[in-house]
């Protein structure tokens, strides 16, 4: 990597103001909000034990969901101090701000090893605007600037970007952590030069947030086994009838065009020969989002190309499980994104937990290199209680998305050059 990492810094009685994700997901229990998946947070502990010994004083700076410029107090950090102390087994200090007087007076009497934790820094509105003047007030916090909030480097605000801009502006220095480094080294550097066959499961609802990621892997993989509502939009591109699937009627050009493209790249791009299809039936409620809460009945694998009009694909089949299952015993690199089907309905998690099972088989048995890109196919995973058995798992959603579709992440790109 041509960033400077927190091995390449002296932080040694300095203030280290580090940007880390710990956008958890949290839940209202007895009027408490209480932290689901810890994960994020769990990540961050090398870099901050590494900080610790070195004698840095750590300044942490998050956000929390999407307040928009608003105290939320659902959305405060406050929980997440107490189970980041928890974690570490150190004390970790709570601060209900971000920047300003008070917050600067507090982070010039910390001493070696002292760690705090600032408030949602999205409970400013300057934050999502990149203000120049709210990222110098920021970086008055800051001798040195790490960034391991990975998950958050695509977006370029105050707190990922800006104020790096700002401490370089002073002549200090901005490193990755080590939780950043490892994550551009798996979803970046090994994916340079994957050990062959190199395989690629696609999933997900879209084929218009995944194209430029295929459009990029097509260049890179071997093979390529497409699943979700995704393939829908595939088969209509192949003159073949999808029923009420979910599909993008307006990207069946883009679908053929990367078909055509795979044939010309002899990469080998397999969709679903059978599904799982139900019959939607409304149920006359609206979900949380305003939507109409559709009831899925009569769930059957359909073997013929042809959705019946009155059904919903909402999974692989078992046939194409075990044909993909062939495919990921071979690989000796995986890369995975997004789900087979509506994984979250247990009646159509099996497509999902069968790629799941395959990728963890490639791993142990076969010393395959399994890279999972985030999001949904984590969820998956963790699910299925396999999270350990892989090879690496991003922490980022949107970010590991757009990195891998070649996009230089704006959090990254602010840091110092080695
Ligand atoms: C995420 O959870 O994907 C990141 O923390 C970024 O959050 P955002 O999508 O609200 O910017
Ligand atoms: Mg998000």
């Known amino acids: 990597m041509g960033k400077l990492t927190v091995n390449d810094l002296d932080v040694r009685d300095r203030r280290v103001l580090m940007r880390v994700d710990y956008n958890v997901p949290m839940e209202e229990k007895d009027g408490q909000m209480v932290i689901n998946d810890a994960t994020r947070i769990k990540e961050t502990l090398p870099t901050l034990r590494l900080l610790v010994k070195n004698g840095a004083k750590i300044i942490l700076m998050a956000h929390l969901g999407r307040p928009d410029g608003k105290r939320e107090p659902s959305m405060s950090l406050r929980p997440v101090a107490a189970k980041l102390s928890e974690m570490l087994g150190a004390p970790v200090a709570f601060l209900d701000e971000t920047c300003g007087e008070r917050v600067e007076n507090y982070v010039n009497s910390m001493k070696p090893g002292d760690i705090v934790l600032l408030e949602n820094v999205r409970f400013y509105g300057e934050e999502e605007d990149n203000q120049a003047e709210f990222s110098e007030k920021l970086s008055r916090l800051a001798d040195v ?13 105050a707190s990922t970007a800006g104020v790096a801009q700002a401490v370089t502006k002073r002549g200090g220095k901005c490193a990755a952590g080590l939780l950043m480094e490892r994550e551009l080294r798996f979803l970046g550097d090994e994916l340079e030069n994957p050990a062959r066959p190199f395989v690629v499961i696609l999933g997900g609802a879209k084929v218009s947030d995944k194209i430029k990621v295929i459009d990029r892997l097509l260049e890179k993989a071997n093979t390529i086994l497409i699943g979700g509502a995704m393939a829908y939009t595939f088969k209509l591109a192949m003159g073949l009838q999808v029923g009420k699937s979910l599909v993008e009627p307006d990207k069946v050009d883009v679908a053929r065009a990367a078909l055509e493209k795979a044939k010309s790249k002899g990469v080998k791009f397999l969709l679903p020969t059978d599904n799982v299809i139900a019959n939607p039936v409304a149920t006359g409620k609206l979900n949380k989002k305003g939507k109409p809460v559709m009831e899925m009945q009569n769930p059957r694998v359909n073997t013929a190309p042809n959705i019946p009009a009155e059904d919903e694909g909402v999974d692989i089949g078992p046939a194409t499980a075990a044909a993909y299952r062939e495919e990921l015993v071979k690989a000796k690199t995986i890369l995975w994104n997004g789900p ?13 937990n069968a790629v799941a099972k395959a990728v963890v088989e490639a791993t142990q048995k076969h010393g395959a290199k399994s890279i999972i890109g985030g999001g949904d196919s984590v969820k998956a995973l963790n699910k299925a209680g396999l999270g350990d058995k892989v090879t690496f798992m991003s ?3 949107g970010a590991s998305l757009e990195f891998l579709e070649g996009s230089e992440l704006p959090g990254v790109a602010a840091l110092s050059n080695k």
């Open 340 to 352: 087979m089907g509506i994984f979250e309905d247990p009646r159509f998690a099996e497509g999902t």
């Open 395 to 397: 922490t980022g959603g």
């Open 145 to 157: 600037y790490v960034n391991d909030a990975f998950g958050a480097a695509h977006r370029a605000h």
